[in-house]
């Protein structure tokens, strides 16, 4: 079945410091894929999507590139905030299935 | 602003009473979802629901159950609460077709049983 393996955290980073919180899949078909964020007190909201292979979603300075090579959808970020403190959710949607989640990373940034 | 509306944000009940989380979205969206949301474990699907009164079985459908008599509301229902079943739970919802993997999330409630 489908699946989504994302790094385990919490990452603690300091600010302007780089993020890559590693994501793969196992999916059958061609799965979009997601990031999911949800910050301190709130529900999840969508952060960035990617459709098909070799797509690059991005939102708010994060970045995620469709690897279908490597079944991967990495986030980046290239200076982190105090503000991007938060946890992240990898996701995939393949087929007429509910969308899929991984366990979520945590992310602490100090000032 | 869009939104998807879960009715208590924080609830404490007692062993064996009966549990009513209520969830409203005001996007016409046709399909509704809840999750759970445990530490270490991320979000399990419990149920969802793609159309008035069709409901499917999640990851975790054992000891809740839901409703779905309007479009807007989806309610999930404990109908005897367990210590087990304190969690944070999760409405979210969704268009059909090829935008059904992006979600909009309420808030959460969080459910302790005592």
């Known amino acids: 079945g489908n699946s989504v393996t994302q790094m385990e955290g919490p990452v603690t980073l300091s600010e302007e410091a780089f993020l890559t919180i590693n994501c793969t899949y196992t999916a059958t078909g061609y799965p979009s894929l997601f990031w999911y964020v949800q910050y301190p007190g709130e529900g999840l909201q969508l952060l960035l999507k990617?459709?098909?292979?070799?797509d690059k979603g991005s939102n708010k300075g994060f970045e995620a590139t469709y690897r279908k090579e490597t079944t991967s959808f990495h986030l980046e970020k290239g200076s982190v905030q105090v503000s991007d403190s938060a946890v992240y959710f990898c996701?995939?949607?393949?087929?007429?299935?509910?969308?899929?989640f991984g366990k979520g990373t945590r992310l602490s940034v100090i000032a | 602003d869009v939104k998807v509306t879960q009715s208590s944000r924080y609830l404490v009940k007692r062993t064996g009473e009966k549990v009513f989380l209520e969830c409203v979205q005001d996007m016409d969206h046709e399909n509704m979802f809840w999750y759970r949301q445990d530490p270490g474990l991320g979000l399990r699907l419990i149920y969802f629901?793609?159309?008035?009164?069709?409901?499917e079985k999640g990851d975790i459908p054992e000891g809740y159950s839901v409703s779905r008599e309007k479009k807007e509301r989806f309610s999930l229902i404990l109908e005897s609460a367990s210590t087990n079943q304190t969690s944070m739970y999760l409405c979210?919802?969704?268009?059909?077709?090829?935008?059904?993997?992006?979600?909009?999330f309420g808030e959460g409630s969080r459910l302790t049983v005592l």
């Open positions: 990617a459709t098909k292979a070799d």
């Open positions: 629901s793609y159309d008035v009164k069709m409901k």
């Open positions: 996701a995939l949607y393949s087929g007429n299935t509910p969308l899929v």
């Open positions: 979210a919802s969704s268009r059909a077709g090829g935008r059904t993997g992006e979600l909009f």
